[in-house]
């Protein structure tokens, strides 16, 4: 009762904008030593009801090196000066060797890291796979019910097997290198299918004409591919977030596609969908935690690893076992 009791006090003061509780609610959330805490679940759902704010989950996509977190300190600070409160959460690939990550977005991100009307969360994905955290959804959450109105997304970056995203966020900007190769993804399905807004970066240089001819064929590419949920195709922008060019018609084409999706009704149909997506994912979290938490399971999966490693038994035939097991213990 008494961890209970903390953490509807947790829930005050993260309702109340403090931004050490909000991390403190994203920490708790995110451990894996809290999967069969109740409360913790509770904590998300009373967070989920009545946000502060009428928000906005924009989620921000690219390769690696296309300048991702440079443009959300640039965006951000737009934001902030436009009268809004952002929280990053900025998602960063966990080594498969060791399990960590760098977690190196916030130290990129220096002006927003010196607001007080910003919160800046990297969350190692812990091999989850889309290119977001395993508890980006119960993050955002927390962060609305804090009172920050504009959520970004930063994804790992790691191309077409990002779509996770799409079921998370409410636009999907995808950033673009002119003349890096980039633009031969215009005519990849994957992560093209789902950006509403492609911006290409880094256009400080010299090259003008470069930039110019690789928006041109992004234009081409999208307009071979179908329209949006929203009967839209995304836009090509281009800006530089070092420079400033571009980038107050990126923030206001942004803000323009969230106005017309709210007026349409898209984005709340947009958000139903996330939260049935939100419930297919909490059923197989929740199978996978009580799965990895059940001893015997454990024991039997730690004697059946040097079958299957030497091939005497089928990883199939392994998993079949396990789940039976699983079954039959629970």
Do not use: Y
């Amino acid at each position: 009762m008494a961890e209970k009791h903390d953490h509807a006090d947790l829930l005050k003061r993260l309702r109340d904008g403090d931004r050490g509780a909000l991390a403190r609610a994203i920490t708790l959330v995110e451990s894996r030593r809290n999967a069969g805490d109740d409360s913790v679940r509770v904590l998300v759902d009373q967070a989920a009801r009545n946000p502060k704010a009428e928000s906005l989950r924009i989620g921000i996509t690219g390769s690696p090196g296309v300048g991702k977190s440079t443009l959300i300190d640039d965006l951000g600070m737009r934001l902030i000066a436009a009268g809004k409160r952002v929280a990053v959460l900025a998602i960063d690939p966990s080594s498969t060797h060791s399990g960590g990550s760098i977690l190196g977005d916030k130290t990129r991100m220096t002006q927003l890291s010196a607001e007080a009307d910003a919160f800046i969360r990297p969350s190692p994905t812990g091999g989850n796979l889309g290119g977001v955290a395993r508890r980006t959804r119960e993050a955002i959450i927390l962060c609305e019910a804090a009172g920050f109105d504009r959520i970004l997304v930063e994804t790992v970056g790691v191309g077409q097997s990002e779509a996770e995203v799409d079921q998370l966020t409410d636009i999907i900007l995808l950033l673009m290198i002119g003349g890096a190769g980039d633009s031969l993804q215009g005519i990849k399905r994957g992560i093209m299918e789902s950006a509403d807004i492609i911006a290409i970066t880094k256009t400080e240089g010299d090259d003008v004409r470069r930039n110019e001819v690789a928006a041109r064929d992004l234009r081409n590419a999208i307009a071979l591919l179908p329209q949006r949920s929203n009967g839209q195709r995304p836009p090509v922008l281009l800006c530089s977030a070092i420079t400033g060019h571009g980038m107050p018609e990126l923030l206001t084409t942004l803000e323009a596609a969230a106005d017309r999706d709210r007026t349409s009704g898209h984005l709340e149909n947009r958000r139903r969908d996330q939260r049935m997506h939100w419930l297919d994912a909490a059923i197989t979290n929740a199978l996978l935690d009580g799965f990895q938490a059940q001893p015997e399971v454990q024991r039997e999966l730690e004697m059946l690893r040097p079958d299957v490693a030497t091939g005497a038994m089928s990883p199939g035939e392994a998993a079949e076992k396990l789940v039976r097991l699983f079954r039959t213990a629970s």
